[in-house]
């Protein structure tokens, strides 16, 4: 093989590594992001129990949430198997004080 037929596919090779590393980042920060919804919905209504709020109101009153965001949070919302990871997430949220800094958003996630 010629150098540059080696130069050319270690270019491709590269570059095709590096595209499925975004593509996985972007999955993994879709999940986050999904269970983050998910999480501040449980906290809005433990915090809020008259508020009887839903991801769904969140994710309809923010035009910015693409369609496999929404597909990943009912997933994440409806799965049992996703359960502690959200209880999880709750317990960041509240140790690290976001909740309390955060209940703006519990509007939004109030039935319209």
């Known amino acids: 093989m010629s150098l540059v037929r080696i130069a050319s596919l270690s270019l491709l ?3 095709c590594g590096f595209t499925g590393s ?3 980042n972007q999955v993994v920060e879709t999940h986050r992001l999904a269970v983050t919804l998910v999480a501040m919905e449980h906290l809005c209504n433990k915090a809020n129990p008259g508020l009887n709020g839903s991801v769904e109101n969140a994710m309809a009153s923010d035009p910015s949430i693409d369609e496999p965001t929404k597909a990943e949070v009912r997933k994440i919302s409806s799965d049992p198997a996703y ?3 959200v209880e999880f997430m709750m317990q960041s949220l509240n140790n690290s004080g976001l909740a309390t800094m955060a209940q703006d958003l519990c509007k ?5």
Do not use: N, Q, T
């Open 108 to 112: 939004s996630y109030a039935a319209k």
């Open 22 to 24: 975004v593509l996985a």
């Open 13 to 15: 090779l590269s570059a």
């Open 83 to 85: 359960k502690g990871e």
